[in-house]
């Protein structure tokens, strides 16, 4: 049975950080990509940061600069270092773990707040 489950969502003050942590288990973690996405209320479910199994890391252009994606595939986890935060950032934030062709995991999200 595979398990993606987030942590570290919470309130934050704009220009805060908050780091997110996404643990696995169920899959061969290290063949994996993940990514973190966000929904925000009304809006689409939307890519923020992407690692691939071999650490290759991308980034929407809304968190450059911002965000960091990292994994560490001992802990069969991936994490999201969230810095600058802005109100525009409050979302509930989702892992996604990804293997090609058709395997894809979601877990259950993680909301994180951001206030003016």
């Known amino acids: 049975q595979v398990q993606l489950v987030e942590s570290g969502g919470g309130l934050v003050q704009a220009g805060g950080s908050l780091r997110l942590s996404c643990a696995a288990s169920?899959?061969?973690?290290?063949?994996?990509?993940m990514g973190w996405y966000r929904q925000a209320p009304g809006k689409q479910r939307e890519l923020v940061a992407r690692?691939?199994?071999?650490?290759?890391?991308n980034y929407a252009d809304s968190v450059m600069g911002r965000f960091t994606i990292s994994r560490d595939n001992a802990k069969f986890t991936v994490y999201l270092e969230m810095n600058s935060l802005k109100p525009e950032d409050t979302a509930v934030y989702y892992c996604?773990?990804?293997?090609?062709?058709?395997?894809?995991?979601w877990g259950q999200g993680t909301q994180v707040s951001v206030s003016s």
């Open positions: 169920g899959i061969i973690f290290s063949n994996y990509a």
């Open positions: 996604k773990a990804s293997y090609y062709p058709n395997f894809n995991y």
């Open positions: 690692i691939t199994n071999g650490g290759k890391t």
